[in-house]
């Protein structure tokens, strides 16, 4: 996830956008006014609508020029905060698809008026769903690197958190393999993903990967910011819930609608409903987001009903949609 763009409160503080902005907001969103959060969220819809009809006008190359790139071997552009495209290629899929005929067709994909679906959205290129078959969900296997230096018994802890809070609502198994730590690297080959840590300086918190991706890009990786962030509800262990949400194939919850507003830290400052607080709900998408990013019922709900219910997690079937 992506701390860079921010909360429609600080609008005009933060823009252009500092790495500051987002944390200093976090402490004090509960004291604002609902009437002060309405009138801003007004203001950052028109200025989203603004920046990708900008995105559309410029053409593939000038957006290609703002999407930030890992700068390092094997790096990844990454779009809507921190999710991967691996290539130019993708990349371009990804404008023609999500940026200029979703702009054209729909204006964010709903209808004027209509708020953002409150579900867990699944990865499906093409209409179909990719997602961990019946063995493979079992056994999600992953190393942390020992690169973490101090913050290692940290990122371990918050890691086994994370996968704990998926585990229980649906039935999939995270597998920490620390015997492979020492020798961690994207292509450990034992483990379906590794756990690093990079300097992107801010650019996202962490990112991570879909269950389509490749190996060598199949990492979870935490920015050091992560790991130096403010007393606050914004935790390394949400973050990595959020993060391991998408390793489960969840797309981020303020559907096409939001992510199209998204797609670009610097340029872009999302709207969106004043009561999605699913986990894999952009927290700087939202303007009154918690930013504890812990699972909501429907959260566990859409889990179970994909990869089936965790031991002892009553789901009704019927809450289930067909996919
Ligand atoms: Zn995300």
């Known amino acids: ?41 007004r203001t950052t819809a028109s200025l989203a609508l603004a920046s990708r009809q900008n995105a559309v006008d410029l053409g593939f190359e000038a957006f290609k020029k703002k999407v930030f790139k890992e700068p390092f071997p094997g790096g990844v552009y990454i779009v809507n905060g921190d999710t991967p495209i691996l290539d130019e290629a993708e990349l371009r899929e990804f404008y023609t698809k999500e940026i200029v005929q979703e702009w054209k067709s729909t204006r964010f994909g709903l209808p004027a008026g209509a708020g953002p679906t409150i579900q867990l959205i699944v990865d499906a290129p093409g209409g179909k769903p990719n997602v961990w078959d019946n063995v493979a969900k079992k056994a999600i296997s992953y190393c942390v690197s020992k690169g973490f230096g101090a913050d290692y018994e940290r990122v371990k802890a918050s890691m086994a958190a994370a996968a704990q809070a998926w585990q229980e609502a649906s039935d ?27 300097n992107v300086n801010g650019q996202y918190l962490a990112r991570a990967f879909f269950p389509r991706t490749p190996r060598p890009q199949r990492n979870v990786l935490i920015d050091a910011s992560a790991l130096k962030l403010e007393p606050g509800k914004l935790t390394l262990d949400g973050i990595l819930r959020h993060e391991l949400g998408h390793t489960l194939s969840y797309r981020h919850e303020h559907t096409r609608a939001e ?35 812990t699972l909501t019922s429907l959260d566990k709900t859409g889990a179970a009903c994909l990869y089936g219910p965790a031991p002892g997690f009553v789901l009704d079937p019927a809450q289930c949609p067909k996919l």
């Open 259 to 293: 992510s199209g507003k998204c797609f670009e830290d610097k340029d872009w400052v999302p709207l969106t409903s004043y009561d999605a607080f699913s986990v894999m709900h952009y927290p700087q998408c939202n303007g009154l987001g918690d930013w504890s990013l």
């Open 1 to 41: 996830m992506s701390r860079t763009t921010n909360a429609a409160l600080s609008l005009s503080m933060c823009l252009p956008l500092a790495l500051s902005c987002s944390l200093a907001w976090v402490g004090t969103a509960a004291a604002q006014d609902a009437t002060s959060l309405r009138k801003a969220n």
């Open 172 to 198: 999939v198994r995270f597998v920490h393999r620390p015997e492979l730590d020492a020798k961690c690297s994207a292509t450990t080959p034992e483990v379906v993903f590794d756990v690093r840590p990079v």
